[in-house]
């Protein structure tokens, strides 16, 4: 079959790669120059297979407040909020609310996390990409007796679903990062042992290359604008070429992958995709001393900042800030992912000399990604990855080709089907 990709971020990428392995010609439709341009390019870095969990968590709802309000606290929205931030944050307490649904929303993602690890060691056997690429697990640091008490309960989870992890005393956790010699607070932490590292955007370029060489077609400065058909399918795209000319491009089947950009395709058709741009920002420095910094990912829930090495380079993340599609990078964010990090592993790397970034996670308002058949039958979606776009990247690609080429998926996609936010 024709299929036509929108999107070049991890998850359109991955999407190509899968297509293109099941023999499908595949042409891909981005607006940047280059793949991973957008939420892909400076995250966390975390293939937190174990770790994954939904947005509207209950749990949170009651402590959003105090982070609102603390200067250095993990949540910002900016004032007065927009009608989109707070329809989505209504949304999200509705589903936070609605009883049992967070922990089946956990429990699906965890298995379509786990599917995921599976796709990415099969695809890094295949391929030699270099990305920075490791897995050597991912640690939940306990700055408070209360956060230790709380990751128990996810460790029996995480037993019950056979998903590896340990819990830690803070000295196996500063043998396991003999860096860690700051004096942030530390009560233990949780190891989850199958965990990963990786920069995604190298990834997503180095995949894409890879799959160039196979044969799918990357058309990259070019903006889809809307799909054609009638009421049953999509026979082409529309788009607008680099130089303003409009072109129809026809296929059999079509996957939106365009991440925070998928809505203003599909609601035309008669789905609509609540999907918010949910902010965040990172550094990413060369280490002045690799003894010092990070050996895997470390989360620092005091500040809730992620530490990751990525080769000989460091990236630390943070915030979650609802402030619709705003780019400013102000500097009391980077100011606390710095306090973050020299707080853990002082003298890892010139901070102040990092490059920084921000970008916009595709959050649903109950957590779970956008993963089935669109509003026509040869339309597909995979967006709308939230938090965990580049953990759950191979696994969704995977279960959206099969789909497309009408087999049962290896994972349940109740939780992620398209059409739950009108039901
Ligand atoms: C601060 C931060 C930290 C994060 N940390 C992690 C982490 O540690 N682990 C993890 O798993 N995830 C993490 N994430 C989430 C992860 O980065 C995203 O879920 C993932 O990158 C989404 O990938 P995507 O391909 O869906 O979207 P994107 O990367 O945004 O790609 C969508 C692409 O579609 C293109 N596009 C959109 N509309 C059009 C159009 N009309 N025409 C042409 N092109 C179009 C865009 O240009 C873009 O390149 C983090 C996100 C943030 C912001």
Redesign the pocket.
């Known amino acids: 079959m024709r299929i036509v990709v ?8 991955t999407t190509a790669y899968e297509l293109n392995r099941r023999g499908h010609q595949v042409t891909v ?4 120059e280059v ?14 297979y174990g770790a ?1 969990y939904p947005w509207a968590d209950p749990g949170m709802v009651f402590k959003a407040v105090p982070w609102l309000l603390k200067q250095d606290g993990p949540l910002k929205m900016r004032m007065p909020p927009s009608v989109e931030a707070i329809r989505f944050l209504f949304a999200t307490l509705r589903y936070a609310w609605s009883p049992g649904l967070f922990g089946l929303n956990r429990r699906a993602m965890l298995r379509l996390a786990m599917h995921s690890r599976e796709r990415f060691l099969a695809l890094e056997k295949e391929l030699d990409l270099a990305f920075d690429g490791d897995h050597r697990g991912l640690l939940h640091l306990a700055s408070t007796p209360e956060a230790l008490a709380g990751y128990r309960n996810v460790h029996t989870l995480l037993n019950e679903l056979g998903i590896p992890s340990r819990l830690l005393t803070p000295e196996q956790v500063r043998e396991a990062e003999p860096g860690m010699v700051g004096p942030g607070p530390l009560y233990g932490a949780l190891s989850y042992d199958n965990d990963g590292t990786g920069d ?1 955007h190298l990834f ?1 370029q180095a995949l894409a290359k890879a799959c160039e060489a196979k044969g799918v077609r990357f058309r990259y400065r ?4 809307n799909l054609v058909g009638d009421d049953h399918n999509v026979e082409a795209i529309a ?1 607008t070429t680099a130089g303003g000319e409009r072109e129809l491009v026809h296929a059999d089947a079509f996957v939106i ?6 809505d ?2 599909i609601r035309p058709l008669g789905l609509a995709l609540p999907l918010y741009p ?5 550094i990413t420095v060369p280490l002045s001393d690799p003894d010092r910094a990070p050996v895997s ?1 470390v989360h620092d829930d005091n500040y809730k900042v ?1 530490s ?1 090495r990525l080769g000989n380079r460091l990236r630390a ?3 979650v800030e609802l402030a619709d599609f705003n780019r400013d990078i102000p500097e009391a964010r980077l100011a606390t992912i710095r306090k973050s990090v020299t707080s853990r592993f002082p003298g890892c790397a010139e901070l102040e000399a990092a490059e920084t ?6 959050m649903t308002p109950d957590g779970p990604a956008i993963i089935g058949r669109g509003p026509r039958d040869n339309l597909f979606l ?12 191979a696994g969704s690609a995977d279960v959206i080709a099969q789909l497309v080429d009408g087999e049962p998926p290896a994972v349940c996609l109740d939780a992620f089907r398209p059409g739950r936010f009108s039901e």
């Open positions: 929108v999107g070049g971020g991890v998850v359109g990428v439709l981005e607006r940047h793949a991973g341009n957008e939420t892909s390019k400076g995250n966390a870095a975390q293939r937190s994954v995604c997503s070019v903006e889809a604008e788009i992958s365009a991440g925070c950009w998928s203003h395709l949910v902010k965040g920002y990172s990912t992620v990751t993340t943070g915030f970034w921000t970008g916009f996670r595709p995979n967006t709308g990855h939230g938090t965990f776009g580049w953990t759950l990247s």
